[in-house]
C-alpha cells in the first residue's frame, strides 16, 4: 500500500512538473537565462489573486462548491509565484558572483603566464 502510494505521488509530481503551466515557467525562470525574470514573474500573483477573488465572489453569491478547489489552486500558484521573485534574485547574486570570481582567476592565471 505505500509503495502504491509512493509511485502515484511520483507520478502526479511528474506529470504536474511537465505539463502545469506555473512549473514550466518556474523551471524556465530558475535557468540562468531567466534568473532576471524572477522579479517581473512576481506580477502574475495579481491576476492569481483576483481569479481567486472572483471565485469566492461566485462561491458567496451561491455557486457550486467546487469552485474551493480553484481557489485553492489560484492561491496556491499566486504564492508560487511570489516566492519566485527573491529566489531568483539570490540565486542571479550567486551566479554573477561564481562568474566574477572565475573571470578573476582567469584573469590572474592568464597574467602568470606571461
Known amino acids: 500500500m505505500l509503495r502504491l502510494i509512493w509511485i502515484a505521488s511520483i507520478q502526479i509530481r511528474y506529470n504536474l512538473r511537465r505539463y502545469a503551466p506555473t512549473n514550466i515557467l518556474l523551471d524556465a525562470i530558475r535557468s540562468r537565462r531567466g534568473l532576471k525574470w524572477g522579479l517581473p ?8 489573486l483576483y481569479a481567486a477573488a472572483i471565485c469566492t465572489t461566485i462561491i458567496g453569491q451561491g455557486g ?12 496556491w500558484d499566486a504564492f508560487k509565484m ?3 521573485g527573491p529566489i531568483s ?5 550567486r551566479v554573477r558572483a561564481r562568474e566574477y570570481r572565475e573571470r578573476r582567476a ?9
Not at 514573474?41 to 492569481?48: C, D, S, T, V
Not at 457550486?64 to 492561491?75: A, C, D, K
Open 89 to 93: 534574485l539570490v540565486l542571479l547574486v
Open 41 to 48: 514573474a512576481m506580477l502574475l500573483a495579481a491576476p492569481y
Open 82 to 84: 511570489l516566492w519566485i
Open 64 to 75: 457550486p462548491g467546487w469552485l474551493n478547489i480553484l481557489v485553492v489552486l489560484f492561491i
Open 106 to 114: 582567469a584573469a590572474r592565471s592568464g597574467e602568470g603566464d606571461q
